[in-house]
T-cell receptor, first 111, second 114 residues
């Protein structure tokens, strides 16, 4: 089952913050985050493995609460280059080797 | 340059005419996978392979075949394409276990079946 991402779309001004959530109905082993710009391939951002783990990538960070089967992506002080569609991919416990992606969150950053 | 190469980038075909989309990676990756991307549905996994001669179904395998005879290649075969297989297809590879290895995606193949 696909994880549920929210919101479906976000519109920001440069410098504003955003949070994208990814929620699964199944127990998770890991969560991946990718960004896809229009007409391009998805590009890897980060992987989270352990419960409560947080990671950062420039001004983009993420957390993973394995008890709640949820992950959140935090975009701080957004830049124009952050525009794109963000996908979470979940790897389920007992069903590793399969990465199931959410339907995506479209983020647009305006000057 | 480390990359995943898909061919062709664009393909228009007719219903029932067999086709193959090739995928090749030069990173010595163990894991390879095919996804299709449709508006509003995100990326859905078609097939994946953990290693040579090992393939397994993803979530939407119907109407597709794959093979993994060599580590670097993972072709996607549509024996009898139908219009509902019109989509954007991505091949991806990963060094090893997904929990610590990111997916590297090819540039995509846009397939139209009329």
């Amino acid at each position: 089952q696909q994880p549920v991402q929210s919101p479906q779309a976000v519109i920001l001004r440069e410098g504003e913050d955003a949070v994208i959530n990814c929620s699964s109905s199944k127990a998770l082993y890991s969560v991946h985050w990718y960004r896809q710009k229009h007409g391009e391939a998805p590009v890897f951002l980060m992987i989270l493995l352990k419960g409560g783990e947080q990671k950062g990538h420039d001004k983009i960070s993420a957390s993973f609460n394995e008890k709640k089967q949820q992950s959140s992506l935090y975009l701080t002080a957004s830049q124009l280059s952050y525009s794109g569609t963000y996908f979470c991919g979940t790897e389920g416990r007992g069903n590793t080797d399969k990465l199931i992606f959410g339907t995506g969150t479209r983020l647009q950053v305006f000057p | 340059e480390a990359q995943v190469t898909q061919n062709p980038r664009y393909l228009i075909t007719v219903t029932g005419k067999k086709l193959t989309v090739t995928c090749s990676q030069n990173m010595n990756h163990e894991y390879m996978s095919w996804y299709r991307q449709d508006p509003g549905l995100g990326l859905r996994q078609i097939y994946y392979s953990m290693n040579v001669e090992v393939t397994d179904k993803g979530d939407v395998p119907e109407g597709y075949k794959v093979s993994r005879k060599e580590k670097r290649n993972f072709p996607l075969i549509l024996e009898s394409p139908s219009p509902n297989q019109t989509s954007l297809y991505f091949c991806a590879s990963s060094f090893g276990q997904l929990y610590n290895s990111p997916l590297h995606f090819g540039n995509g193949t846009r397939l139209t079946v009329t």
